[in-house]
């Protein structure tokens, strides 16, 4: 009764993360990485592997949610492929090669770095007067040869933390690159896709000679927890797309800042607490 319990617990996380994900180009792992935690420490997983754990399941899961949702933004042409294609080359070497220093040390002081970044965000997104439905997109020159630089940092949050990087990925898209804060999201959405599945692979790799005695696992993943709350994801993600569609830029805006102030209290306080 118990397991069935938490199945059902893991599919609903699912549901959350997956609209998350899908209205504002994020991963998820930001909401899924805390909850594994607080979660795994109750099924009595050993200490020391409950954080490779939740970053792997999240991983997994984050990478269904963000394949769900870019698609649903490339067939309603909120993305802009070039872009897209470049960091997600760069963010594929930077999750994969990353993941393997980041499994030997504490990820504290870049979740710090993210941290102070996201507090200036939120103000710029909050207080940005200049928003409309109809943002005129002016692309700058520079956006492609920025892009690889973006895609490594974006590969680097997914390797260290377990998140996919949209929360720094489409601020830096609208407000450097000069994409339209839609079209931020959508291509984020597809970015990401690329650091998530690099980052997952070698979280699979490395975990497949550690001694563990959790079952159902492959590799860091934890099956049990990743595939209903992957499934939950699935579902929801395209949602999360359509709502991108259907609202003012705006109130997009607005949204997605509250969003990052939540996110930016979270880390804070994996930080610090």
């Known amino acids: 009764m118990i397991e069935i319990i938490s199945l059902f617990g893991y599919f609903l996380l699912g549901l959350v993360v997956g609209f998350i994900s899908g209205a504002f180009g ?14 795994f420490s109750l099924h009595d997983f050993p200490s020391d592997l409950i954080p490779k754990y939740a970053i792997g399941t999240s991983l997994f899961a984050s990478m269904l949610a963000s394949s769900s949702g870019s698609y649903k ?15 997600g080359i760069f963010a594929i070497l930077s999750g994969y090669f990353l993941s393997f220093i980041a499994l030997k040390l504490k990820p504290e002081i870049i979740k710090l770095i993210v941290s102070v970044v996201l507090i200036f ?8 007067k200049d928003s409309n ?3 005129v997109e002016e692309i700058k020159n520079f956006a492609l040869l920025v892009s690889p630089i973006l895609g490594i940092l974006i590969g680097a949050l997914s390797a260290f933390a377990g998140i996919g990087g949209g929360i720094i990925a489409v601020p830096i898209l609208h407000y450097f690159l000069g994409l339209n804060f839609k079209r931020a999201i959508g291509t984020s959405s597809l970015m990401i896709v690329f650091s998530i599945a690099s980052a997952m692979i070698s979280y699979i790799i490395n975990g497949f000679n550690v001694q563990s005695p959790v079952s159902f696992t492959l590799g860091y993943i934890y099956l049990i927890a990743g595939i209903p709350a992957g499934i939950g994801t699935l579902i929801t993600a395209r949602l999360g797309a359509n709502f991108v569609i259907r609202n003012e830029t705006k109130h997009l805006k607005i949204l997605f800042g509250i969003l990052i102030f939540i996110i930016d209290l979270m880390l804070l306080f994996d930080v610090f607490c």
């Open 26 to 39: 994020i991963g998820g792992g930001v909401v899924m990485v805390p909850s594994f935690l607080f979660f």
């Open 73 to 87: 933004h490339y067939r309603n042409k909120n993305v802009y492929p070039p872009i897209a294609a470049v960091s």
């Open 121 to 128: 965000v939120t103000i710029r997104l909050i207080s940005d």
């Open 133 to 135: 439905e109809d943002d």
